[in-house]
């Protein structure tokens, strides 16, 4: 590092600032302002901004605050997407190449993954099934509405890319691409597999794609607030016909149906690993929850028969 120090055994010193400014993870960088202020959120403006947090001052911040606004208001695919030396896509064949302009007007979802990731290698055939869904849907609907997708790769090496891409039918952005970066700050991509959804003028719909899909599958499209709005209408009308409570073949207690401020909240479902919020079938006991729609009904003896793990 090219600046200053405590002392190694000054554990006095570390103690006291840990306590004065109430660290509780690192990094964590605190910026002391000659006028005696403080900033607590250094890494996280230096991850956001870079060089340009400096000085960190309120105006500093509300100016970079305003200019991003600006940017996400005048966004599009066009700007997203290209960089100076390239205006394309790569597309299954690699051989291809897709120019960005042939998405305009089309409903556009980022997907951000990688092969080494562990939650992505679950998500992503669910995501192809779904894709098709959508894609065969929009094709019997005809008048000209489409979907798209492109992978923007957090993979390592052209070979984890190529064999990971291999498995997709949809477009990507070439590996290791210096916008891929730009785009998951743009974005503030926090973790992985992420599928942010673009409307066809080129605007953001939703950051939460991923969570959409595992709620509602290709019933998601086109991610809109009145398309969601619609959907939570229809599976507070489809819960009141699912039984108070049922046998799961993945558990060997009974589950009961709970809702949102009625026992339920978010939660990670176990059979599919899932994100999941609003309805759902819960053991309380043992802290087993899964989707209404993961549940698979038995009768009480062969769920007694099931193991716990
Ligand atoms: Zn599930
Ligand atoms: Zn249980």
Request: net charge negative; hydrophobic share 35%.
């Amino acid at each position: 590092m090219p600046w200053l120090s405590i002392p190694f055994s000054d554990l006095e010193t570390k103690k006291a600032l840990n306590r004065k400014f109430e660290v509780e993870g690192i990094p964590y960088l605190i910026i002391l302002q000659p006028d005696g202020s403080t900033l607590h959120d250094g890494v996280e403006l230096i991850y956001r901004y870079g060089i340009e947090a400096f000085p960190f001052t309120e105006e500093k911040l509300e100016e970079l605050r305003r200019e991003e606004r600006i940017k996400h208001e005048s966004q599009t695919l066009t700007n997203l997407l290209t960089n100076p030396g390239r205006d394309y896509l790569l597309d299954q064949t690699m051989a291809r190449k897709v120019p960005v302009d042939s998405l305009i007007g089309k409903t556009v979802g980022l997907y951000f993954s990688a092969q080494w990731c562990f939650p992505c290698a679950k998500f992503t055939p669910k995501l192809i099934s779904i894709y098709h869904k959508i894609k065969r849907s929009l094709e019997g609907k005809g008048g000209g509405e489409d979907f798209e997708i492109v992978f923007v790769s957090n993979d390592c090496d052209q070979s984890s890319f190529d064999s990971y891409y291999g498995t997709m039918p949809w477009l990507a952005l070439p590996s290791g691409d210096p916008i891929i970066r730009t785009l998951a700050k743009y974005f503030d991509v926090q973790g992985i597999p992420c599928l942010i959804i673009i409307d066809p003028d080129g605007k953001t719909v939703t950051k939460q794609g991923r969570n959409l899909i595992n709620l509602y599958q290709e019933n998601a499209y086109p991610f809109t607030c009145a398309k969601l709005e619609l959907l939570e209408k229809e599976m507070e009308e489809e819960a009141k016909r699912l039984p108070r409570s049922n046998y799961h073949a993945g558990h060997r207690h009974e589950l009961t149906l709970v809702s949102e401020g009625n026992g339920g909240g978010p939660f990670i479902c176990c059979d599919c690993d899932e994100q999941g919020s609003g309805w759902a079938y819960q053991c309380l006991g043992c802290g087993y929850e899964v989707h209404p729609r993961c549940m698979r009904a038995v009768d009480p003896a062969t769920a007694a028969s099931v193991q716990h793990t």
